[in-house]
């Protein structure tokens, strides 16, 4: 096998494989109703969408000048969860068209693949089980595993350490430039080149305007394969 031309993949989850952020956006207005806070679909896209779940219950408490203590937090996550798992358990991961070719021509390239999200573990670990995916991608970054959230570099930080750590050891370190990230999120771009990766946006979410940090950009990843994905960001 040729050597990739990337030597690790980083695929963001929701908005990228998964197309879960409206149901994302229903549940967190859900559980915020039920504590008599509003929350705007514009607002979300705006201020709250690259946010984890922690992240998004504490800025929105916040703003309404609402303390939110650690106990009342673990909370609303799992309540939203709960939902979240709900309507899983109805309705299947609904991944984007040409998601899941995506990530087996990854793998097929030879590079290291792995799931960096501010989504939990069980959400990411259980769409991937789904699809037949989850051996393909080496290791998971999630909202379980890191402190701060997306902008904040610490998943891609986390990520780098996890390439260049686990088992079987590559022969020399994987370095920034030769990680490729696919995100959809101002946020998540803002995250990745901080810690100098390489990046594709995919408009699932955003537009291209809205997207001008990125590396590349991909209207879909229905409408450009894996090839035409390395070729752009090369």
């Not at 994302?24 to 039920?34: N, P, S």
């Not at 705007?40 to 984890?52: H, I, K, R």
């Not at 990046?199 to 997207?211: F, I, P």
Request: glycine share 6%; aromatic share 8%; with cysteine.
């Amino acid at each position: 096998m040729m050597r990739p031309v990337f030597r690790a993949v980083l695929f963001d989850f929701n908005g990228v494989l998964v197309d879960d952020e409206p149901l994302h956006f229903e549940l967190f207005r859900r559980v915020l109703a039920e504590e008599g806070l509003d929350l705007s679909e514009e607002e979300y896209q705006a201020e709250y969408l690259g946010f984890d779940d922690r992240g998004c219950f504490t800025a929105v408490f916040e703003r309404a000048g609402r303390a939110v203590e650690a106990a009342k937090l673990a909370r609303l996550l799992a309540r939203k969860s709960t939902y979240y798992q709900e309507w899983i358990r109805r309705n299947g991961y609904p991944f984007f068209a040409g998601a899941v070719d995506l990530v087996r021509e990854a793998a097929n390239s030879g590079a290291v693949l792995g799931v960096v999200s501010g989504a939990l573990r069980d959400e990411v670990e259980g769409a991937l089980m789904q699809e037949g995916l989850r051996d393909l991608c080496k290791f998971l970054v999630t909202a379980d595993d890191v402190a701060a959230s997306k902008p904040d570099p610490e998943s891609y930080r986390t990520a780098l350490t996890l390439l260049n750590s686990m088992p079987p050891l590559p022969e020399r370190l994987i370095h920034p430039h030769e990680v490729l990230v696919i995100e959809d999120s101002p946020a998540g771009l803002a995250s990745a080149h901080a810690c100098g990766l390489t990046t594709v946006a995919v408009g699932h979410t955003y537009s291209r305007e809205e997207l001008p940090e990125a590396t590349a950009y991909v209207e879909s990843v229905a409408a450009c394969g894996w090839e035409e994905m390395v070729r752009r960001a090369s």
